[in-house]
């Protein structure tokens, strides 16, 4: 007796995966990360590229999209309020005419 039926199998099927489960906002997260190491270092490159990165973000979002780390507006936001701190001594000392 075998406890095998040929009329119980189940024929296997892949689960398909859309794109919107499948990738989480890598480009935010590195937005993220570059602007908070370029403001502790006060790194203008980690920054600028920080800000590209946050605007790509932006541009990739989904209309779904809840955001683990908050919505791709605010990483925009993070990114350039970071830059203008980094250059604010520069344009005070430029409208003050103090030399930095």
Do not use: C, H
């Not at 203008?44 to 979002?61: D, H, K, P």
Request: avoid cysteine; charged fraction near 20%.
């Amino acid at each position: 007796m075998d406890p095998r039926r040929p009329d119980s199998i189940v024929e296997y099927k892949p689960e398909v995966k859309r794109v919107e489960d499948d990738d989480p906002d890598v480009a935010g997260f590195v937005a993220l990360v570059l602007s908070i190491v370029g403001l502790m270092i006060r790194n203008r490159t980690a920054l600028w590229i920080g800000t590209v990165f946050a605007v790509e973000s932006y541009l990739n979002q989904r209309a779904s999209e809840g955001g683990l780390l908050g919505s791709p507006a605010a990483t925009i936001m993070f990114s350039t309020l970071s830059l203008l701190m980094n250059y604010l001594p520069e344009i005070v000392a430029a409208y003050s005419g103090i030399k930095i």
